[in-house]
T-cell receptor, first 114, second 114 residues
Framework: AQSVTQLGSHVSVSEGALVLLRCNYS??????LFWYVQYPNQGLQLLLK??????LVKGINGFEAEFKKSETSFHLTKPSAHMSDAAEYFC????????????FGSGTRLSIRP | NAGVTQTPKFQVLKTGQSMTLQCAQD?????MSWYRQDPGMGLRLIHY???????DQGEVPNGYNVSRSTTEDFPLRLLSAAPSQTSVYFC?????????????FGQGTRLTVV
């Protein structure tokens, strides 16, 4: 079954520091990959998605992710954290077992220290 | 544009009661899904549908029923509520036919079973 693994259930960084949230997928065929963000007491919204057009994907709010087939990874980064980035982030995958399903990772909660 | 609308936002049930969580979307999306979100477990897929009259089971379908009589609506029924079903439930919809289309989420229903 398709899956994604997010390393680290909680990441804490200082304001202005680099944000790195890790995601690895399990597939012999490159899947379609997504990063979603969830702010407190809200639903999920799309940050960015990988569609095979480019390995470096830019999303909203200054986030980007790089697809690395050799490492089966799709890590999310932001050069400089802002207090408003505090939220839960989910990596997700679809495409190679059923096109209609999106399967989510367990999530990483990002905290920003002043 | 309302997007995906879930009702109610909050609900408390007694063990053994039944109820229906409502989900409606106005984007003419063929694909709709129900997820539950529990701490440390991310979003787990309960049931999904690829169009009116077609539904299938996800990762955690036991104790839940769905039907899809129209494109717009995808209700989730709890047959006999149990404390293990205490969770936050999200409905999502996607445009058809493309594995890389994003899912749009409702604001969630927070359910407590006592």
């Amino acid at each position: 079954a398709q899956s994604v693994t997010q390393l680290g259930s909680h990441v804490s960084v200082s304001e202005g520091a680099l944000v790195l949230l890790r995601c690895n997928y399990s597939s012999s065929v490159p899947p379609y990959l997504f990063w979603y963000v969830q702010y407190p007491n809200q639903g999920l919204q799309l940050l960015l998605k990988y569609t095979s057009a480019a390995t470096l994907v830019k999303g909203i709010n200054g986030f980007e992710a790089e697809f690395k087939k050799s490492e089966t990874s799709f890590h999310l980064t932001k050069p400089s954290a802002h207090m408003s980035d505090a939220a839960e982030y989910f990596c997700a995958v679809s495409g190679y077992s059923s096109a209609s399903k999106i399967i989510f990772g367990s999530g990483t909660r990002l905290s920003i220290r002043p | 544009n309302a997007g995906v609308t879930q009702t109610p936002k909050f609900q408390v049930l007694k063990t053994g009661q039944s109820m229906t969580l409502q989900c409606a979307q106005d984007m003419n999306h063929e694909y709709m899904s129900w997820y539950r979100q529990d701490p440390g477990m991310g979003l787990r897929l309960i049931h999904y549908s690829v169009g009116a009259g077609i539904t299938d089971q996800g990762e955690v379908p036991n104790g839940y029923n769905v039907s899809r009589s129209t494109t717009e609506d995808f209700p989730l029924r709890l047959l006999s509520a149990a404390p293990s079903q205490t969770s936050v439930y999200f409905c999502a919809s996607r445009a058809p036919g493309q594995e890389n289309t994003e899912a749009f989420f409702g604001q969630g229903t927070r359910l407590t079973v006592v």
